[in-house]
């Protein structure tokens, strides 16, 4: 079974982790810190593919961390854009794993995000309800992601909005999501709430009549694709 797609399983055996919300330090103060005590292969993993696109989507919190990103990660690279995933592989260790975005040196997820104009990375934040928090650098990003995700029927939150919450808003520089060859990225932090939803949305079996994972990855697609054409020839 691949990495990629051990995050299935992780997901539809915890969703009662998507409530909790992460620890407020993390264990490890660095990447090389963690791989010292956690073995790779056992207590997480690792993938990374280039493809010949401006854009790399990137879940450094993926499996047991914050369920359901790397799964959204996956879906909305597909084939067209660069792909990173970190992945807790057990419950147990799933705070454990967390290293915050602007603490996040892993050398895979340094050089493939150094090497895009572009970056899109997912996020789980605590919270019922069913939202998703935009920030980041890139602010026309930001405004593409808006307009498409607010007309699937999502509620979304950006920097200019009262409900902001500036504690995930990813516009740091040291953010792994601004660490790109433009200087700037996304960062989509989307509460429990909305993670189970989609989730259920796409189990095999579930609430597929509701649409949401597919409305979801429709809309942050199409904003992808226009963030991409608009990028300098």
């Known amino acids: 079974m691949s990495a990629l797609r051990v995050s299935y399983i992780v997901v539809t055996a915890s969703l009662l982790l998507l409530a909790i919300p992460a620890a407020a330090a993390d264990e490890y103060a660095s990447f090389t810190d963690l791989a010292k005590h956690e073995t790779a292969g056992t207590d997480y993993s690792i993938a990374a593919t280039k493809r010949g696109s401006p854009l790399a989507v990137i879940a450094i919190h993926g499996g047991y961390i914050e369920p359901g990103t790397s799964d959204l990660a996956l879906a909305l690279a ?4 660069s792909l990173y995933t970190f992945q ?4 147990k260790s799933g705070k454990r794993l967390h290293l915050t975005s602007t603490h996040f040196d892993e050398p895979q997820a340094l050089k493939l995000v150094g090497q895009s104009k572009y970056c899109l990375s997912l996020h789980g934040a605590a919270g019922d ?13 930001i405004l593409n992601l808006a307009g498409p995700l607010r007309e699937a029927g999502f509620s979304v939150i950006t920097p200019t909005d009262a409900a902001y919450r500036s504690e995930i808003g990813g516009d740091d520089k040291g953010n792994i999501c601004n660490r790109t060859m433009s200087g700037m990225g996304v960062q989509l932090e989307l509460t429990a709430g ?11 079996g579930g609430r597929q009549g509701e649409g949401k994972w597919q409305k979801f990855v429709a809309a942050v697609r199409g904003a992808c694709k226009a963030r991409v054409e608009q990028a300098p020839k």
């Open 78 to 81: 597909d084939e067209d854009y």
């Open 194 to 204: 909305l993670r189970k939803a989609l989730d259920e949305s796409n189990r095999p």
């Open 88 to 91: 807790a592989l057990k419950a």
């Open 129 to 141: 309800e069913e939202a998703v928090y935009l920030g980041g650098r890139d602010m026309q990003f």
